[in-house]
């Protein structure tokens, strides 16, 4: 203790340390006060006290060895600290001291941590690579990194645009760190929110990728970060990008754009095929995390979801990606529009501001979902497409029966769960809280809806089975004296289905009896 008073007290007499001996030092500070504090419980257990509370808190020889050692542990890792504060070698290290040696990964973040704090870019850029890699290795070391400091410095490199290849690489560690809601939190606390803002602001296309993808990943796993990005405009922001003249902009703006693709070792995606740049793969990139951020963002949050339709062209930019685009891109702005689709379902003032049936926003978004209901061969398209299309039910009029039709051609779908969300789609628009339900329900008839539900009532997916006697009780009760329910013999259909599908499920036995009861009163 007395060598500890005397380095503390000698500290500010000696040369600056490097930030190399600065992290061991509270590192090693750190564990002598734990070792210290074994000692001092075992030693409160020794004292003088009476015969029964000393057999109770008796303390064998084991306790005395392990704490002995501990202070061994100390002692050399003092020593060494002290060596290294008197030596003359300004600041060169050549060992490690003994709580770094039994844990390399320890010591290699320490080492990649103070080479951020240097002044050479080449050295920052190597140490956030080293950093990434290490986080990707283990959560243990994600863990160890943030414990240890890593987070501020990293945030740096971003903030204060030294080069575009340091900011790559800084983001790139931070997003392999931010996969867990603490560790995001972590960057939060750090003020890393408008930092990150700022990033995607004012840096160059490669740069913006890597902290799109960032934003998205803590948007992902932190809501506190959904809102916080929403305060600093970061909605507003991608939303521009997104748009063709913010994406020309950039292009003008990134001149030296080819010298960072080709030239740096941390962008291996792009090769050196010569002087010019695949700009339409990089477009495609970038649209592509940029429009998964927008959906982290939209995530379960109905603030960020009106926010992105009162953007401009914040819809009409999403219509225009899925009209003209394919594989991911065009499901993140489907993933997009289906959380906003979602929140409008609940939330009548967004339901009626940005879905108006006079707006060009909302036709041009219905055109496409109705569009790759209609022609896309990807189940997982079609689902979202289909969701988003049952969430706008009640916002579409009587005589828009060109939305019913695709729902019900996709019944007879051959995958099962496309057909089962056309069955809940049309549900919806045909339940006792849509005001055009009789209408809607008509349609569906009309459009020879009814056999396609009695076949897959006949079906073995109890999930299908379950929601198209949901709708079929809902045609019954709402589309009045139909000649095509008589001819189905619908009320024969519902009595067996309520024996076989709703014994389980009293609200849909009761919703069954009331479909029934109905079409008893209307005479069939």
């Not at 063709?244 to 754009?257: A, H, M, W």
């Not at 940005?354 to 689902?383: G, M």
């Not at 099962?416 to 628009?429: H, N, Q, R, W």
Request: glycine share 4%; proline share 3%.
């Amino acid at each position: 203790m007395d060598q500890l008073i005397i380095l503390q007290s000698n500290h500010h007499q000696q040369q600056q340390p490097p930030i190399k001996v600065i992290l061991f030092t509270i590192g090693i500070f750190t564990n002598v006060g734990i070792n210290l504090n074994h000692a001092l419980t075992l030693v409160h257990k020794c004292r003088h006290r009476g015969i029964i509370l000393r057999l109770i808190s008796i303390a064998g020889v084991l306790d005395f060895r392990k704490v002995f050692n501990l202070l061994d542990v100390s002692m050399d890792n003092m020593k060494w600290l002290l060596s290294v504060y008197d030596s003359a070698n300004e600041g060169i290290i050549l060992t490690l001291p003994p709580i770094a040696s039994n844990d390399t990964s320890l010591a290699l973040v320490w080492s990649c941590i103070a080479s951020l704090h240097t002044h050479s870019l080449n050295l920052k850029i190597e140490a956030a690579l080293e950093l990434s890699t290490l986080a990707c290795d283990s959560d243990r070391n994600k863990d160890m990194i943030v414990i240890e400091g890593g987070v501020a410095p990293l945030l740096k490199l971003l903030k204060y645009e030294l080069s575009p290849e340091t900011q790559i690489a800084g983001a790139m560690a931070l997003f392999n760190l931010a996969n867990d809601r603490n560790r995001v939190r972590s960057i939060f606390n750090e003020h890393g929110v408008p930092v990150l803002a700022q990033a995607l602001r004012n840096s160059y296309i490669l740069v913006q990728i890597e902290v799109a993808k960032l934003i998205a990943r803590m948007a992902e796993h932190d809501g506190v970060c959904q809102e916080a990005f929403a305060r600093k405009n970061v909605i507003e922001t991608l939303v521009r990008l997104l748009s063709t003249e913010g994406k020309i902009n950039k292009f003008l703006r990134s001149n030296s754009v080819n010298k960072i693709a080709l030239s740096s070792s941390i962008w291996p995606r792009h090769k050196k095929e010569g002087k010019l740049l695949e700009v339409s793969r990089l477009i495609v990139e970038f649209n592509t995390n940029c429009c998964r951020a927008l959906w982290m963002l939209a995530r379960d949050n109905v603030a960020n979801c009106r926010k992105i339709t009162e953007t401009t062209k914040g819809l009409l930019c999403l219509a225009k990606l899925i009209e003209n685009e394919k594989g991911e891109l065009r499901i993140n702005c489907l993933m997009t529009v289906m959380e906003i689709t979602s929140a409008a379902e609940n939330n009548p003032d967004i339901r009626k501001s940005a879905f108006k049936n006079n707006s060009p926003a909302a036709k041009a978004i219905t055109v496409q979902l109705l569009r790759l209901i209609d022609e896309s061969d990807n189940p997982v398209i079609k689902i979202v497409a289909i969701r988003a299309i049952g969430h706008l039910a009640r916002t579409f009029p009587a005589r828009q029966t060109r939305v019913i039709s695709p729902l019900v051609k996709q019944l007879c779908d051959m995958d099962p769960d496309v057909a089962t969300e056309s069955v809940i789609a049309l549900g919806k628009f045909t339940c006792p809280e849509n005001y055009l339900r009789a209408e809607h329900a008509k349609s569906i008839v009309e459009f020879e809806g009814v056999q396609r539900l009695l076949n897959m009532l006949r079906g073995n997916d109890e999930r299908t089975r379950y929601h198209a006697l949901v709708l079929l009780c809902y045609l019954a009760m709402h589309a009045g004296n139909n000649e095509q329910l008589q001819q189905a013999r619908i009320l024969t259909a519902l009595r067996g289905a309520g024996k076989t599908v709703a014994h389980k499920c009293s609200e849909l036995r009761d919703l069954v009896a009331q479909a029934v009861h109905h079409l008893k009163l209307s005479g069939y």
